[in-house]
């Protein structure tokens, strides 16, 4: 996912300075800018251009009209040396989350930590070393209402599922009794519960500035909240949109390679 690396501090309007990656690619130059407010991210990701990690790595996923995704220093062609536990699974190496929306968003643009799904990672914390820059698309209200309605769905049926476990003893005791009713009755007062707490705190809400932006300029919003955005590109977008285009197989790997042939950081 990384292109070569130039890091520029430059001054901003309120007197700190932000940090700039120069990305070079086999494609073209892509500058980025790393947000003060995600430390963790932005220290996270100089140490892996000062490391060389992702130097030679390749974009190994790409989506049209979604996002491009590098950084995976398992694509370099010397490889990488993957960690192993004690019986022998891999060992996912991730740095906690910095989720700071809606301030910073999946517009177009926006540069973001890849990360495991939330049924194995519910902290939703980065991979250490994969990120992805947004291509997106435009979306209209009609679009924003309907993940929001999906999110909201979702964490509806995740509670439904805790609850029914934690009833777990109840329901058995009913189907032992051959209670149909009472199952059914049990599992329904469940889903309203689930249903009504999930609505007390939904997941998202999009505000009227990021709708506008959506419309405007287009992005991903179904990934917001949901994962770290931790800078945006200020230059190069062509060249992520030249990427993009890349076709590629059924497992989304662009057919033609495209590398990160430096990375580097420039104080």
Not at 59 to 87: A, L, N
Request: net charge negative; with cysteine.
């Amino acid at each position: 996912m990384l292109w070569a690396c130039c890091l520029v501090c430059m001054g901003c309007t309120d007197g700190s300075k932000e940090t700039e990656v120069v990305l070079e690619t086999t494609a073209g130059v892509i500058r980025v800018k790393l947000y003060d407010d995600t430390p963790g991210h932005r220290d996270n990701f100089v140490k892996n251009v000062q490391d060389g990690m992702y130097t030679g790595v390749t974009f190994h996923r790409v989506i049209r009209d979604f996002m491009i995704q590098t950084g995976d220093p398992k694509t370099r062609p010397e490889g990488y040396q993957v960690k192993m536990s004690p019986e022998g699974d891999t060992i996912t190496e991730r740095i906690p989350a910095e989720i700071v929306w809606p301030k910073h968003f999946n517009k177009r643009g926006a540069l973001a930590a890849a990360r495991d799904g939330d049924d194995v990672n519910p902290e939703r914390a980065s991979d250490k070393f994969q990120f992805y820059i947004v291509t997106g698309r435009v979306c209209q209200d009609a679009d924003m209402d309907a993940f929001e309605q999906a999110m909201l769905q979702r964490d509806a049926e995740a509670l439904y599922v805790k609850k029914q476990l934690a009833n777990k003893e109840k329901l058995e005791a009913l189907r032992q009794a051959r209670d149909r009713d009472g199952v059914s009755n049990l599992l329904e007062k469940l889903l309203d519960e689930a249903k009504w707490e999930a609505s007390e705190n939904p997941p998202i809400t999009y505000p009227t500035d990021l709708r506008r932006s959506y419309s405007i300029h287009g992005g991903a919003p179904w990934l917001d909240n949901e994962y770290t955005v931790f800078g945006e590109v200020v230059e190069g977008m062509k060249v992520v949109e030249t990427i993009q285009k890349i076709k590629t197989n059924a497992q989304e790997v662009p057919l033609k390679e495209v590398r990160i042939l430096k990375a580097y950081v420039v104080e």
